[in-house]
């Protein structure tokens, strides 16, 4: 598939910056295709890993009914976004993620992305995430998106004070 290019060149983020992006920030919407077609975003907590994103969920709803019904889905982070109202913009930064999800299937596949989604949000805890993991893998889901596209953006003014 030919994504879109992006039309304001001069302001697009490199796929390493992106990356760096997805690294360090905590949350994003992911969106899918919903009930009766009509796109559902949700904001979560992911982690970005092996070149994928891994997102937890519960076992049933919205989002788990959108995702067996159509897989393909984006993830949009907002890392920056300073108002100036002096200048009548934002300086932000932010990346979306195309790509294709799926719920993971084997134990071994799912306890390896708690054990990613617990190292990111509580690193060096090895024995109170066994814990956590032992106490909700009966009723908890987790999600592989890969990303098939990375697009990242940032406000003229950014680009221009780094210039400087």
Do not use: W
């Not at 302001?11 to 077609?37: F, P, R, W, Y």
Request: include cysteine; aromatic fraction near 8%; charge should be negative.
């Amino acid at each position: 598939m030919e994504f879109r290019p992006m039309r304001r060149k001069r302001q697009e983020l490199t796929n390493n910056e992106c990356e760096e992006i997805l690294l360090k920030s905590t949350a994003g919407v992911l969106s899918v295709l919903g009930d009766e077609g009509y796109p559902y975003g949700v904001p979560i907590s992911y982690v970005f890993a092996e070149g994928k994103l891994f997102f937890h969920s519960a076992v049933a709803g919205h989002k788990i009914d959108a995702i067996s019904k159509y897989e393909k889905c984006s993830f949009t982070i907002i890392e920056q976004d300073e108002i100036h109202p002096d200048e009548y913009t934002t300086y932000f930064r932010s990346v979306i993620a195309f790509g294709r999800i799926r719920k993971l299937e084997s134990m071994e596949d799912i306890i390896h992305g708690l054990k990613l989604l617990g190292e990111k949000y509580n690193p060096g805890d090895h024995l109170g995430l066994q814990h956590e993991i032992d106490k909700s893998l009966s009723h908890v889901a987790v999600l592989s998106m890969e990303i098939d596209h990375l697009s990242g953006k940032e406000a003229i003014e950014l680009i221009r004070k780094k210039a400087n």
